[in-house]
């Protein structure tokens, strides 16, 4: 937005709150303008009384530590110098190979680049991409796709071979490649650099699930099988380093941070699940392999049952849910079977039930923070159904989730009628077969 | 020396990216129009209009004015044609 | 041949295991005491409730009592001499 | 229970459900009775209605697929034969090093023998582990504790180069021991067989967080820091191999399984918090070194605040966790001050307006699985605060835990004042200078 003002021969100054100064900074590089006139307040903003926002303008930049006022000003009246008139244009080329090393230097050297999610990484030798490659009948050169940390930052491209390094990295066998060639291919990036710290997490249908000894049972989503550890985990290398990287400050900004970041891939028990496939309900063959992405991550409820309350507990974990991050919901086959015992004889009229019971007052469904980014100025500008929200008196009960939001999914070791709630929109369904 | 190996480098390719010149700059503020992006971020409304009021009150031949784009995070292409006819200078804030 | 490497176990060390016999079984379990151990799973009483019955309709000259343990987990040793001293047998369920 | 029952004379028949058999096997010949009379019945019995669990009766073991009563009763009445009668002793020493073979073979001996968590592993040689044990100046013999995948099953033992070696294989450095030798010695597995799928989170406070590096700003709770990383995976590692392993059907039972058990340790940011540092809450003093070991992650809530509805949001959060498994709050530095700002001075105060707070009608607490299991006999005993409990009348609100229970850590990157609520009570403490 900034960039495009200059360029439309209009001095500009972008404030920011100072957490995010060198993520700034490298997007102003990344826009070829590194000169752009940038000026810092504290953090945060969000909460702050109208006298703290007016102590914040009198006061310091916390980054240049002078006046607030005067980096402003001069930001739009201090001549140019020589620098800024040429901007900086550079071609970023990325080496195919790096210098030859030791191994341990070269652990170190992938550690220190912040290339890995600082566990233990299988090297990836010439030897072994080779191999890695073998795994599918694409070109190693062919572009997969392109992916960036997040919508306001540039995208990167990235090929098969560059793919297959990371899935090496990962430890991942070739016959996993298709599966993480496709959620490559999505352009959803499992390293989103948003405050909010999300996680991606991917479910995979169709033959290949068995071709590859997925696991669908007891520890489904847990470090208990070598094709679902290594497909998430190399989904989330490759994310991080075909999007120029998540660096904490700089790439990455989630404050907490997410565990499911390290590995969160499972298969679908299609055999054991009393309704039909994700992916054939997502318009695929029952033939056809797919992967499916959901972005989120960010709450995680369980429960049990259904027995003779579950009404109250669901209700309960929908309006306990982040309302601007919809849920995804994974059913151990006893809970399935137990929701069919009852009527829900299709996973579409669960979906509807829980669209019609995930309720909130409009008071608090408006008092949130992204809510008030996202999803108001939409209100107000009449789009629906936020605008019908908006209209909702504070203590109005509102259906804070469309049906078509909600997914759910069948998992487990029938050990337990157990079940989750885990915040995931579905971003994409994507075929497999074709990148075999 | 242990044995040395050869490793791929693991990263992407980024776009090529072209050099941008920032705009000339204004000799000085003087009953210039400046305007105010609130970014829609949540509470950037308020601060906005405290830059407002802090114009009004000290350099009150500023005209500082408070536009919104028409959604966050989403180029507005007619709020800048009227940003670039109508002012001489913008201020951004607060967040990307 | 790749070169080969020696490389530790990363197994910890279990504990010693001393065999134990099995009680001698009956020739049959007519006019004998057999104790129902409801584990206080979820729904085992239920399910004890019903082999009871069960025992009840098709062997009648089997006596059987229901018994539960004070704690879920842990030993209740008075239980056990109960079951000992007026029972021939014991079947216990449903869990571990 | 079955084998202490058997010794009294008592000729016994353990009733289980099909999927607990190859674990009931297991624990049989761990517990020196391989000839144990066994009879399944299928699973669920949770939830069954009386008739459905007579057809149970009068069906077939799936198992055997002979009669339920006719294995019931011949479990009783079979003479023994001759192997019955010597029972089995056997002595399960541990080799202290494998067969040597190349590192291609050995990563795959690794994988196959269930030691690893299916992600890529340090290989454990000789000079590795001897570095490793540098990190600390106790003997490599010296027992360290004793560990076990659950209550009904036997403990084993391991002394500080076990641990080392899976500290080597975690990819951790000799800095990092003390701390995961702390940890090995709190007594508390990071591999609970529990069909719950639990997993366990363990705060590192005190001078060490900051002598080996470790992260408690952005991205804390997430793969961005090689100390949290490798401290939370050799954690993870060392419970599965140093209690006799973590095997699904065996050693293993989590229906759903759970992410947070490939890594999930932190450090406190005791620098940026307006309140009292967690282990010092716990008796140690600031400048000594500690761990604290959480036993849940078995929901995860999320919010951002506090806000004007906090007070809404949090008391839905806290209505629907899991009831028999209290919250651990984790709350970023801006949401810290925030709560401060309310009056919340002292950890102490939030944490009882928590307990006040997470309330449930006692109709709906007491229909819980687990709750109907661990808590309702106490209750019957007369048991305090279970007792009370169970004399509420179905819509009675009740509260639903013990301020004792509940705990509060700081940690995050000030980005966003984002707090969660994680599924975690605290069993075990181990001072980290003991294993300096």
Aim: proline share 7%; charged share 25%.
């Amino acid at each position: 937005m900034a960039a495009s003002l200059e360029q439309s021969g209009v001095p500009t100054v972008a404030v920011h709150t100072q957490v995010f100064a060198r993520l700034a900074k490298s997007a102003a590089l990344a826009n070829g303008m590194p000169r752009m006139r940038q000026a810092f307040v504290p953090q945060p903003v969000v909460d702050r009384t109208p006298d703290q926002l007016r102590t914040y303008i009198e006061g310091i930049d916390p980054i240049s530590k002078r006046p607030f006022v005067q980096e402003v000003i001069e930001g739009l009246t201090k001549p140019l110098q020589q620098e800024d008139l040429k901007g900086v244009s550079f071609e970023r080329s990325t080496p195919r190979l790096l210098k030859p090393d030791s191994e341990e230097n070269l652990h170190r050297l992938f550690v220190e680049n912040h290339w890995t999610d600082f566990l233990p990484i299988t090297l990836p030798t010439e030897k072994r991409v080779a191999e890695m490659l073998k795994g599918t009948s694409h070109a190693p050169d062919k572009i997969v796709g392109q992916l960036r940390p997040t919508y306001f930052r540039e995208f990167w491209e990235l090929t098969v071979e560059k793919v297959a390094v990371n899935a090496v990295m990962a430890g991942a066998r070739p016959e996993y490649l298709p599966v993480i060639l496709a959620l490559a291919a999505s352009g959803i990036t499992a390293r989103s650099s948003s405050t909010t710290s999300f996680a991606t997490i991917s479910v995979i249908n169709g033959p290949i699930r068995n071709e590859l000894g997925m696991n669908s049972g007891i520890g489904v989503m847990g470090p208990y099988n070598h094709a679902n550890a290594a497909i998430g985990r190399a989904y989330a290398l490759l994310s991080q380093n075909l999007q120029g990287g998540s660096v904490p400050g700089e790439t990455y900004m989630g404050s907490q941070g997410n565990w499911y970041a390290y590995s969160a891939t499972f298969a679908e028990a299609e055999e054991r699940s009393p309704w039909e496939p994700l992916h054939v309900q997502k318009g695929f063959e029952p033939t056809d392999s797919a992967a499916s992405v959901f972005f989120g991550g960010w709450y995680t409820h369980a429960g049990y049952g259904p027995r003779a309350t579950w009404q109250d507990k669901v209700r309960r974990c929908l309006s306990a849910a982040e309302h601007y991050s919809p849920p995804f919901l994974v059913l151990d086959p006893i809970a399935a079977r137990g929701f069919v015992e009852l009527g829900f004889d299709k996973k579409e009229k669960l979906i509807e039930w829980c669209a019609k019971n995930a309720l909130l007052p409009a008071r608090e469904y408006w008092d949130n923070q992204h809510i008030q980014t996202l999803i108001h100025p939409l209100a107000v500008a009449g789009v629906e159904p936020y605008a019908t929200r908006l209209k909702a008196k504070p203590d109005e009960l509102i259906e804070i989730f469309e049906a078509k939001q909600i997914n759910i999914v069948v998992a487990g070791g029938e050990t337990q009628g157990a079940w989750k709630m885990i915040s995931g929109d579905l971003r994409a369904t994507v075929s497999i077969d074709a990148w075999r | 020396m242990a044995e040395r190996v050869t490793a791929h480098d693991p990263r992407g390719y980024p776009p090529k990216v072209t050099g941008k010149r920032l705009a000339s700059r204004l000799d000085n503020l003087e009953r210039k129009t400046v305007y105010l992006v609130d970014c829609l971020f949540d509470n950037s409304e308020v601060f906005m209009e405290q830059l407002r009021q802090w114009f009004a009150a000290r350099l009150p031949s500023v005209d500082a004015r408070i536009i919104k784009p028409r959604q966050s995070w989403v180029d507005d292409p007619d709020m800048r044609a009227r940003i670039a006819a109508d002012g001489s200078a913008a201020i951004l804030g607060v967040g990307l | 041949m790749a070169e080969r490497m020696k490389v530790h176990d990363p197994r910890g060390y279990p504990p010693k295991v001393t065999g134990k016999r099995l009680a001698p079984r009956l020739e049959s379990l007519d006019g004998k005491t057999v104790f129902l151990v409801d584990c206080l799973f979820d729904n085992s009483d239920v399910f004890m409730d019903l082999m009871q019955r069960w025992f009840g309709q098709h062997l009648p000259s089997v006596k059987t009592r229901v018994i539960k343990p004070k704690e879920t987990w842990a030993d209740d040793t008075d239980m056990r001499k109960q079951i000992a001293a007026n029972g021939s047998a014991a079947i216990l369920g449903v869990g571990l | 229970m079955a084998a202490a029952l058997e010794l009294d004379g008592v000729p016994t028949v353990a009733v289980h459900t099909h999927v607990f058999a190859r674990l009931a096997r297991a624990t049989a010949l761990a517990n020196g009775m391989p000839r144990m009379r066994q009879s399944f019945v299928p699973q669920p019995v949770v939830d069954r209605t009386p008739d459905q669990l007579r057809g149970y009766i009068e069906g077939a073991d799936p198992i055997s697929k002979r009669p339920f009563v006719q294995e019931v009763i011949e479990g009783l009445t079979k003479p023994l034969d001759q192997e019955d009668l010597q029972g089995l002793s056997f002595e399960r020493t541990t080799p202290r090093l494998l067969e040597p073979d190349s590192s291609e073979n050995l990563h795959r001996l690794f994988f196959e023998n269930h030691w690893t968590d299916f992600l890529p592993v340090v290989l454990p040689t000789e000079e590795r582990v001897e570095r490793m044990l540098k990190g600390t100046k106790l003997p490599a013999d010296k027992v360290v504790g004793r560990l076990r995948p659950a209550v009904f099953r036997e403990f084993w033992e391991f002394t500080v180069e076990k641990v080392a070696v899976n500290a080597v294989m975690a990819g951790a450095r000799p800095e990092y021991f003390p701390v995961i030798l702390a940890l090995a010695a709190s007594g508390v597995t990071a591999r609970s067989s529990s069909t719950n799928s639990f997993a366990t989170i363990s705060v590192v406070n005190g001078p060490i967080r900051n002598e080996i590096g470790m992260n408690s700003g952005i991205g804390v709770m997430g793969p961005y820091n090689h100390a949290n990383a490798a401290i939370g995976r050799a954690y993870s590692l060392l419970s599965q191999n140093l209690q006799g392993g973590s095997v699904p059907g065996e050693t293993y039972m989590g229906s759903l399984g759970n992410w947070y058990a490939y890594s999930a340790a932190f450090a406190e940011a005791e620098e940026r918090s307006p309140w009292e540092p967690l282990h010092v809450q716990k008796g140690f003093k600031p400048n000594e070194s500690a761990v604290c070991v959480f036993f849940g992650g078995w929901y995860t809530h999320a919010g951002y605040g506090p806000r004007a509805t906090w007070q809404e949001k949090m008391r839905r959060c806290l209505s629907a966790v899991e009831q028999y498994s209290p919250p651990l709050l984790v709350l970023d530095p801006i949401a810290a001050c925030g709560f401060a700002e309310l009056g919340f001075d002292k950890k102490q105060k939030l944490i009882d307006w928590c307990a006040e707070n997470a309330r449930l009608p006692a109709r709906e607490y007491w229909d819980n699985q687990w709750i109907q299991y661990l808590n309702r006999p106490r209750a019957v005993a007369g048991v305090e605060p279970y007792a009370s409990r169970l004399r509420a009348k179905p819509d009675d609100i009740i509260q639903i835990f013990e301020p004792e229970e509940i705990n509060i850590v700081v940690a995050g990157g000030e980005t966003q004042g984002a707090w969660k609520m994680i599924s975690g009570a605290l069993r075990g403490m181990a001072s980290v200078d003991a294993w300096r």
